[in-house]
């Protein structure tokens, strides 16, 4: 059964799985679909171009799969595509993909987006993230799983999140951002210790987060004569190296492509 209020405005081309709820003033446009036990409330805009997944809650005001915000661009036919059991608080946006980016602003699953939270086009959030209140991310920007951004945190564009990092209030985020570590600060951000408390509660061995704890030490605490570029060749060369410490050293490689930091930059079209 699907509940619509008569003051919502559903396009007859929209797709609605089952138990689905629109509340009044909503405006589901053409070419939208909504999977099953999905919850919209009251004046939400879900633009056309958008594929929601089931067990989705989408709260008032929020702006789902409108343009790109790029200036001449219009019409453009491109998605929004969002996975199941994500949360979309209050006045949270998120544009579609852009022609020249992919076509494709992704969504994972199980993210809980709070307040005036914005998601830029082309943006890719993979699952389980918490993204606080009026966190920006710009166009372009990958998050892992599992990623945390606390309020105000905004992020340049074609910035990549690595998985379990952790921004603190009012973070400004230019260059890509290694996993398992907590940031804070802005212009440039800075890496502040590692997130030991999100790593112990996802149930990471006592094992790796030792192995993470002494590569932080290496990679931020000991000024060395080699800086952190040597430092990442000198630990990527050990023997038996965890594969946590691996995925963090394979992220700073990366970053290390891009003169500003940022590895997607290359693949700007």
């Known amino acids: 059964m699907v509940e619509i209020s008569a003051d919502a405005h559903v396009n007859k081309k929209a797709q609605l799985g089952t138990n689905v709820k629109i ?5 589901i446009e053409e070419d ?18 958008t594929r929601m997944g089931p067990d989705n809650r989408v709260f008032s005001n929020c702006v789902l799969g409108e343009e790109p915000q790029i200036s001449g661009q219009k019409n453009s036919p491109t998605q929004l595509i969002i996975g199941s059991g994500n949360t979309f608080r209050e006045m949270a946006t998120i544009s579609r ?13 199980n993210n809980y987006f709070m307040i ?15 993204i606080g209140n009026y966190v920006q991310i710009a ?9 945390w ?3 105000f945190t905004g992020a340049h564009q074609f910035v990549t999140i690595g998985q379990y990092a952790y921004s603190g209030g009012s ?21 502040r210790g590692l997130n030991v408390t999100g790593l112990t509660r996802a149930g990471f061995s006592e094992k790796s987060i030792k ?34 410490v691996l995925l963090l050293l394979q992220a700073l490689q990366r970053s290390f492509q891009h003169r500003m930091g940022r590895h997607l930059e290359q693949f700007r079209h």
């Open 149 to 151: 951004l606390s309020a």
């Open 116 to 130: 005036g939270a914005h998601f830029g086009h082309d943006v890719v959030v993979e699952n389980n993230t918490t």
């Open 32 to 49: 939208v679909v909504i999977g099953d036990n999905c919850e919209i409330k009251s004046n939400v805009v879900i633009a056309r171009g």
């Open 211 to 244: 192995a993470l704890k002494k590569a932080y030490l290496e990679l931020y605490c000991r000024h060395a004569a080699r800086n952190i570029a040597q430092t990442v060749e000198y630990l990527a060369a050990q023997s038996d190296i965890d594969e946590k």
């Open 97 to 109: 993909g852009s022609p020249r980016g992919g076509g494709k602003t992704v969504i994972g699953d």
């Open 23 to 27: 509340g009044p003033g909503s405006v």
């Open 171 to 191: 973070t400004g985020i230019t260059h890509d951002i290694p996993p398992f570590v907590k940031i804070a600060g802005s212009y440039p951000c800075q890496v």
């Open 139 to 147: 166009g372009h920007c990958k998050l892992e799983n599992n990623v």
